[in-house]
């Protein structure tokens, strides 16, 4: 058992050692070409020769980037053309002084001097040493390297001993841009200085208490808040063999539009200094102006006006270590070698696999195109993650593969033709013998199919005339007007006799079945040996089943043996045998998807092999035997429509009530005569002719059409639509419209219908019953309060019968205040005047006291004689009605100082005020009041009879509810008539 365990397990290593062997066989140019390619593109990429390839990508890739927002925490004071000319140059030491001095009063974090100031350049030099001296966030520039761009040059003598200096050196490229930046370098005495920019950033980021730390010595790695920096290597990322003398990074810098705020040195010379501009900022000093030279190429740079100036690289610089310590703003990353040779090498791959493939070339470039837009994506993606990733080596090194491989293989296609060829020259003449044994059998059977071809185009030739003539029977009888004119008996004639001819058959039949499809019934059989048409033979559903289920089953039945067929077998003894019939068809004749019957056709004789050509033609005969019968339900139909519209004409033209259609947008398309009559037209074609838009010609408000479509549109339908119409003499009636939508089978709009009644009597009528039913609702509103006539009106039963007890309406209230007022010397004027003037007297004065009484919201209750009565707090009770009545009493006095009468002489009132509980209600019969009962009301009428002439006087109730509000006088205590001793007050005035 070990053993065969053992031969299997080496049988199918040797089967994977096979299938491993032939696979590294079948892709041997991906293997080789990939490795060898990326070794050939590495090896060139040392050389330096595609630094500038790749400077350009990096360059590209930084005008692609979108902008970033500006950095409000660097701003930088410009020195520009405009400043100089202004100012002057060299900038004096007085005037930088001054600056400087402004500058400070901001509170700035850190302050650059971008200016060498090793030499003074009078006046100020000892304000300038002060200042200097005095500014401890201030740092001061040297150069410290002598190279192409110019000498070394000293700091000035106090910020040096301040230990106050950063270096002003940049690193450029061999194409004269400026890509990567010092963070630090060395000085000839071997002392480590930094930037500019990195000093400012580390000056201000120490303030928000973040500091530089040492992670790796050895690396120099350095951690800075959220950043970690690492000085490059020689050949990172596009470089080969870069000189790396000092800390030099990636440049990361802003977009030069607007990357920093700024402000001229003029501005910050006379004091024009936004308030938070600078505080807590870095500010930098330093020239812009173009004339001074102090400008550079960076990657944004793409004509030679597009440079940089020095300040901003240092502002950029200072910018990209805070963004990176606070914001976490990358830096400029890239990879190891091992790992830029693995890119490489995938991409080599790609391009191998490319290569390795037999499809057309074309294909080969458009799948080498994707592949190089992806790899130049995939590094513009990684760029703006902080990556620069090599992009020309891998580039090179995926289309080199790519046609090393594809030469490859077109040379390998070569070499098989080759082979190919020699093999077939070597074969040839074995297989031209082949060959042409093969075509002398061919030309044998080429002789036997041309035979056989000529056999069947005779008979082709003998079904077209067939057709031909089958056809011209057709189109004869499409044109024939017996067809369409109704007459059925006439047009199934002329299809069985067309049948019989065409077909040369011996009898042709149309049968239709009854309404109840229980029977058939022979409308017509031609049989053309006797020239003769029959009719009226019946075949029933009872008598033959099997024949009926077949003919349910199938829209044809072709039967070339009749006799033996199971579908006929039933007619056998009764019609088939006696008639010596032997084939038939019969063809459904269908009308709506219903069959009507069949066409039948019969061959006696010889069996009959009918061709699919004759069944069709049996077919087109049916279907014109259903024109036929829909011909004749047609013209019943038409004979229907036409009695009907007779019948709605007459409707139409001798209805009373006016009938219409209208279009949407206001036309009429029909109307009767009694529309036109209605609107005073002579005739619907006089309406026609002059009305063109209803809306506006013929509603008086045009706004009733809209709500007419409105309705319809929302309900289908309106009923009793009311409106004002004009006539045509201009005259305007009431009408009433009933009127519907009538819409096409889609639901779209086609008309509205409906009729008109004229309602302008009733609408009279109507009018004339509002108009006295207003008059009488204002006659019992002057009797009576509104809310109890209202219930009076809903009181008919006790009107109608009152033979009862309880009053028609009572009603008790715990708290109102009751007023009387009352003529002084009234019997003495009324003896003076006659009784026309008395009446008119009295008239005026109530009249004066009603309006008084309507606008204080109170109920006034009668009039008796000359007291007048009145009363707040009822029929609709209200917390204020002891002041309404003050109200009233004090504007009754006041108007009656001012009242005479006819002859000159003044009036005066007594008013009595009582506040307590009464019963108010409506009692009797006829001619009703609406009155009240209770001692609140008796003393009212006490308080004014036992008052003084021009006077008010209150009970104690009502002086407790009102003493606060108005000035009262302390009548004392007075004898009452069936109270005894009260005390009373006079009502004076309001406090």
Same mark, same amino acid.
Request: hydrophobic share 45%; net charge negative.
């Given at each position: ?141 040297? %150069? ?166 020095? #300040? ?26 091992? #790992? ?31 592949? !190089? ?31 090393? !491989? ?6 390998? !296609? ?34 036997? /199919? ?22 011209? #029977? ?95 077998? /039933? ?13 038939? @068809? ?29 069944? !069709? ?48 947008? $206001? ?95 009733? %609408?009279?009528?109507? @009018? ?64 003076? @005047? ?35 009565? #009145?009363?707040? $707090? ?10 309404? @009545? ?106």
């Amino acid at each position: 058992m070990l053993g065969s365990l053992y031969t299997i397990t080496v049988d199918i290593a040797r089967m994977w050692a096979k299938q491993i062997r032939q696979r590294l066989w079948q892709w041997r140019g991906i293997w080789i070409t990939a490795p060898a390619m990326t070794l050939a593109v590495v090896v060139f990429r040392l050389t330096g020769a595609l630094q500038l390839l790749e400077w350009a990508t990096l360059d590209q890739f930084f005008r692609l980037r979108p902008a970033e927002p500006t950095d409000s925490r660097i701003v930088l004071v410009d020195i520009s053309e405009a400043d100089i000319a202004q100012q002057g140059w060299p900038i004096t030491d007085a005037l930088l002084a001054k600056a400087l001095t402004n500058l400070k009063q901001h509170q700035p974090r850190a302050i650059g001097l971008d200016l060498y100031r090793e030499l003074p350049i009078a006046p100020g030099r000892e304000q300038l040493i002060q200042i200097f001296e005095s500014t401890p966030n201030l740092i001061g520039i040297s %150069k410290v390297v002598s190279n192409p761009l110019g000498s070394s040059v000293p700091p000035p003598t106090t910020l040096e001993k301040l230990g106050q200096v950063a270096a002003n050196d940049f690193v450029l490229d061999g194409d004269g841009k400026l890509r990567r930046v010092l963070v630090s370098l060395k000085d000839s005495r071997n002392k480590t200085i930094t930037t500019l920019g990195s000093r400012l950033a580390i000056m201000y980021l120490k303030a928000e208490g973040i500091e530089v730390k040492v992670l790796d010595a050895k690396r120099r790695q350095l951690q800075l808040g959220k950043a970690m920096f690492q000085p490059m290597q020689e050949q990172d990322g596009g470089y080969a063999n870069m000189e790396i003398g000092g800390y030099q990074i990636l440049a990361n810098f802003r977009h030069p539009i607007h990357p920093f705020p700024s402000i001229s040195l003029t501005d910050v010379v006379n004091g024009k200094i936004p308030a938070d501009l600078l505080r807590d900022k870095v500010v930098l000093i330093g020239i812009t102006a173009e004339s001074l030279g102090d400008y550079f190429y960076t990657s944004y740079s793409t004509m030679p006006s597009d440079r940089s100036a020095g #300040v901003s690289i240092h502002a950029n610089v200072a910018s990209q270590m805070i963004s990176a310590a606070l914001d976490d703003r990358p830096l400029l990353w890239s990879w190891t070698e091992p #790992v830029e040779w693995l890119w490489i090498l995938g991409w080599a791959l790609v391009g191998a696999r490319l290569g390795w493939t037999l499809k057309p070339p074309r294909w080969t470039i458009i799948n080498l195109l994707v592949a !190089n837009s992806a790899l130049v994506a995939i590094a513009y993606l990684l760029f703006l993650q902080g990556g620069w990733i090599v992009v020309v080596p891998p580039v090179l090194a995926m289309m080199g593969a790519t046609v090393v !491989n594809k030469a490859y293989i077109l040379w390998e !296609n070569l070499n098989d033709s080759f082979r190919s060829l020699e093999e077939y020259s070597r074969t040839l003449e074995q297989r031209v013998e082949v060959r042409t044994l093969e075509l002398s059998q061919k030309n044998s059977q080429l002789y036997q /199919e041309i035979q056989e071809r000529q056999r069947a185009e005779a008979a082709l030739r003998q079904s077209e005339l067939q057709l031909r003539n089958q056809n011209t #029977v057709l189109m004869s009888l499409s044109r024939n007007k017996a067809l369409y004119r109704g007459d059925l008996t006439i047009a199934l004639r002329e299809i069985t006799q067309a049948a019989a001819y065409t077909l040369g058959i011996d009898r042709a039949s149309i049968w239709l079945y009854d309404e109840l499809k229980t029977k058939l019934c022979c409308h017509d059989l031609f049989e053309p040996s006797d020239d003769y048409h029959s009719r009226g033979m019946i075949l029933t559903v009872a008598d033959h089943p099997a024949y009926f289920q077949a003919l349910a089953e199938n829209w044809v039945i072709c039967i070339n043996d009749a006799q033996a067929d199971q579908k006929t077998r /039933e007619f056998y003894h009764s019609y088939l045998a006696p008639l010596g019939i032997t084939s038939l @068809i019969n063809i459904s004749i269908q009308l709506g998807g219903q069959n009507m019957g069949i066409l039948c056709l019969e061959q006696m004789g010889e069996p009959r092999q009918w061709t699919i050509e004759e069944q !069709n033609f049996a077919g087109s005969l049916a279907d014109l035997t259903s024109l036929a019968i829909e011909a004749q339900a047609r013209l019943r139909a038409e004979k229907a429509l036409q009695e009907a519209e007779e019948k709605y004409r007459s409707i139409f033209e001798n209805a009373v009530e006016g009938i219409f259609q209208t279009t949407f947008d $206001g036309h009429y398309l029909s109307a009767n005569p009694a529309l036109a009559r209605i609107y005073g037209y002579d005739s619907p074609l006089d309406l026609f002719s002059r009305l063109h838009n209803i809306a506006q010609q013929l509603y008086v408000d045009p706004q009733r059409r809209a709500e007419f479509i409105r309705l319809i549109q929302i309900q289908g339908e309106v009923s009793v639509f009311e409106s004002q119409v004009y006539r045509k003499d201009g005259s305007v009636i009431w009408i009433s419209e009933n009127a519907r939508a009538v819409r096409d089978e889609r639901g779209g709009l086609l008309y509205y219908e409906g009729i008109v009644q004229d309602i302008t009597a009733r %609408k009279q009528a109507e @009018i004339a019953l509002r108009i006295e039913q207003e008059k009488s609702e204002r006659l019992l509103l002057n009797i009576l309060p509104g809310a109890i006539a209202e219930r009076l009106k809903q009181s008919e039963d006790l009107i109608e019968h009152p033979a009862h007890s309880r009053a028609l309406i009572a009603d008790s209230f715990e708290s109102v205040t009751v007023l009387f007022a009352d003529i002084v010397n009234f019997t003495t004027l009324s003896a003076n @005047i006659s009784p026309a003037n008395l009446v008119g007297l009295l008239n005026r004065i109530f009249l004066m006291f009603d309006d008084l009484c309507e606008k204080h919201g109170l109920e006034k209750i009668k009039t008796i004689g000359d007291a007048y009565m #009145v009363v707040g $707090g009822l029929p609709q009770p209200r917390p204020d009605h002891a002041a309404a @009545i003050a109200e009233m009493a004090l504007d009754m006095q006041a108007e009656m100082k001012q009242f005479k009468t006819y002859e000159g002489q003044p009036i005066a009132v007594r008013v009595g005020i009582n506040t307590g509980a009464v019963v108010a209600g409506v009692i009797g019969k006829k001619k009703f009041i609406y009155d009240l009962w209770g001692d609140a009301v008796n003393m009212a009428s006490r308080m004014e009879s036992h008052g003084i002439a021009g006077g008010i006087q209150v009970t104690e109730s009502t002086y407790q509810l009102l003493k606060d509000q108005y000035r009262f006088e302390e009548r004392g205590s007075i004898q009452v008539k069936g109270r005894g001793e009260m005390q009373t007050y006079f009502l004076l005035d309001r406090r």
